[in-house]
């Protein structure tokens, strides 16, 4: 879903400014626009730590022209593991200040506005009410809370965030969006009320690898700038849930627009009537429960040599099927397998893709590896697809192994 962007464009650009940014101004949804959407932006991220690290050094090199940091903790040795922006040296230094100097080295053309202090009902409204987006990489839900309903109040994005062990979710809250986005979400549309701390469930008695931190931290950054710029699907209502010991990505959908979804769109149940997302207590990082689940495949897994033999047969009138591109344009541009429809994810269940694929059609889906393929294909068949398969290794195998002229990426 399209939605508009919530900074207008800043200055122009400086020289140093296009030098340093040069590698961004090329990509068609930043350009020169977006990076001074960038220059007039204000984001506030919550917390110097694990999380914050990365969404910190990702926003400030990104060129994001002011960024509050929000910390009132000083640094400790147990720190450095995962809280990347230190070093030995900042070990009893105020968080924020410290973080504000590095990242003042890593891009002096931007503004960081170091806040020593701890949220409180007291100070979080004027602290919010400064800035374009919240950006939460705090530890505890009084917290989060707290600062979830002053965005709440005053109209602003929140992006959230969470890690524990081996793993992370990713989210973002935004209680009014505008109309293009449809019907927003809350954290309690997430955790119905406030879990209770519970101190064998934190980081400190728990453990956490630190380049999960990295991973969910780039999560919320990426979500940041699209945000401030209006470009890409954000995870509104969508939790993004990273098992760093299995290696795999998986959503949950939540909220209003999840109530009638596909069971595996939709969150997991809870005790609680109030919400049927994923419940957990002391931090916002739990296993989703068995019914969230991805299903096992609907139908087999084709062979790049066993999808060129039903091309040949369909080329003869033997077999009749559908070949769909699940990627996005860009890709395809690059590589396709000949005689294929593009129908793009987020376009799957629309009027057109229909037309293209009726539901008593055989389909055969295609993405880069597959696993954009994979996930297509199980929802299609949760959606009235019965005969659907996909292509193992995706394009990537199909030029390896039947067209190697063609190019890769």
């Given at each position: 879903m399209t939605h508009p962007p919530i900074v207008s464009p800043g200055a122009a650009l400086t020289p140093a400014e296009l030098s340093r940014y040069s590698r961004q101004l090329t990509l068609p949804q930043i350009g020169m626009d977006g990076q001074r959407r960038l220059k007039a932006s204000r984001v506030l991220v919550l917390g110097a730590g694990g999380l914050g690290?990365?969404?910190?050094?990702?926003?400030v090199a990104a060129g994001v022209g002011t960024i509050g940091i929000v910390d009132s903790d000083t640094v400790e040795p147990s720190n450095l593991q995962r809280q990347t922006l230190f070093s030995t040296a900042d070990v009893g230094r105020q968080k924020a200040v410290a973080a504000a100097d590095a990242l003042a080295e890593l891009n002096p053309l931007i503004d960081v506005v170091p806040l020593v202090t701890r949220l409180t009902s007291a100070n979080v409204l004027a602290l919010v009410a400064?800035?374009?987006v919240i950006v939460d990489g705090t530890d505890n839900f009084e917290t989060r809370y707290l600062a979830h309903d002053a965005a709440k109040l005053l109209g602003k994005p929140y992006v959230w965030g969470s890690v524990l062990r081996f793993d992370g979710q990713a989210t973002v809250f935004w209680a009014a969006p505008p109309a293009s986005l449809g019907q927003g979400v809350t954290v309690r549309d997430l955790f119905a009320e406030e879990p209770e701390a519970d101190e064998g469930e934190t980081c400190a008695t728990a453990g956490v690898l630190g380049s999960i931190c990295a991973s969910i931290g780039s999560v919320m950054a990426t979500e940041t700038i699209k945000l401030l710029l209006g470009f890409g699907e954000l995870l509104l209502g969508r939790l993004l849930v990273h098992d760093g010991l299995d290696a795999t990505w998986r959503e949950i959908r939540f909220g209003p627009a999840a109530r009638g979804a596909a069971p595996r769109e939709r969150a997991a149940?809870?005790?609680s009537p109030a919400t049927?997302?994923?419940q957990t207590k002391g931090t916002p990082v739990t296993q989703?429960?068995?019914s969230t689940a991805q299903p096992e495949p609907s139908a087999d897994r084709l062979t790049p040599a066993q999808l060129k033999a039903l091309l040949d047969a369909r080329e003869r009138g033997e077999q009749n099927f559908v070949l769909v591109d699940v990627r996005e344009p860009w890709e395809r541009d690059i590589v396709a397998i000949e005689g294929s429809e593009l129908i793009p994810m987020s376009q799957l269940l629309s009027d057109e893709a229909r037309e293209k694929m009726p539901?008593?059609?055989r389909v055969i889906l295609y993405c880069h590896h597959d696993g954009r393929s994979g996930q297509a294909r199980d929802y299609m068949a949760q959606n009235g697809w019965s005969n659907i398969s996909d292509?193992?290794?995706g394009v990537d195998a199909w030029v390896t192994e039947i067209e190697?002229?063609?190019a890769r990426y």
């Amino acid at each position: 879903m399209t939605h508009p962007p919530i900074v207008s464009p800043g200055a122009a650009l400086t020289p140093a400014e296009l030098s340093r940014y040069s590698r961004q101004l090329t990509l068609p949804q930043i350009g020169m626009d977006g990076q001074r959407r960038l220059k007039a932006s204000r984001v506030l991220v919550l917390g110097a730590g694990g999380l914050g690290s990365p969404i910190l050094t990702s926003l400030v090199a990104a060129g994001v022209g002011t960024i509050g940091i929000v910390d009132s903790d000083t640094v400790e040795p147990s720190n450095l593991q995962r809280q990347t922006l230190f070093s030995t040296a900042d070990v009893g230094r105020q968080k924020a200040v410290a973080a504000a100097d590095a990242l003042a080295e890593l891009n002096p053309l931007i503004d960081v506005v170091p806040l020593v202090t701890r949220l409180t009902s007291a100070n979080v409204l004027a602290l919010v009410a400064d800035y374009d987006v919240i950006v939460d990489g705090t530890d505890n839900f009084e917290t989060r809370y707290l600062a979830h309903d002053a965005a709440k109040l005053l109209g602003k994005p929140y992006v959230w965030g969470s890690v524990l062990r081996f793993d992370g979710q990713a989210t973002v809250f935004w209680a009014a969006p505008p109309a293009s986005l449809g019907q927003g979400v809350t954290v309690r549309d997430l955790f119905a009320e406030e879990p209770e701390a519970d101190e064998g469930e934190t980081c400190a008695t728990a453990g956490v690898l630190g380049s999960i931190c990295a991973s969910i931290g780039s999560v919320m950054a990426t979500e940041t700038i699209k945000l401030l710029l209006g470009f890409g699907e954000l995870l509104l209502g969508r939790l993004l849930v990273h098992d760093g010991l299995d290696a795999t990505w998986r959503e949950i959908r939540f909220g209003p627009a999840a109530r009638g979804a596909a069971p595996r769109e939709r969150a997991a149940s809870s005790s609680s009537p109030a919400t049927d997302t994923p419940q957990t207590k002391g931090t916002p990082v739990t296993q989703p429960d068995a019914s969230t689940a991805q299903p096992e495949p609907s139908a087999d897994r084709l062979t790049p040599a066993q999808l060129k033999a039903l091309l040949d047969a369909r080329e003869r009138g033997e077999q009749n099927f559908v070949l769909v591109d699940v990627r996005e344009p860009w890709e395809r541009d690059i590589v396709a397998i000949e005689g294929s429809e593009l129908i793009p994810m987020s376009q799957l269940l629309s009027d057109e893709a229909r037309e293209k694929m009726p539901q008593d059609d055989r389909v055969i889906l295609y993405c880069h590896h597959d696993g954009r393929s994979g996930q297509a294909r199980d929802y299609m068949a949760q959606n009235g697809w019965s005969n659907i398969s996909d292509l193992g290794g995706g394009v990537d195998a199909w030029v390896t192994e039947i067209e190697p002229d063609k190019a890769r990426y």
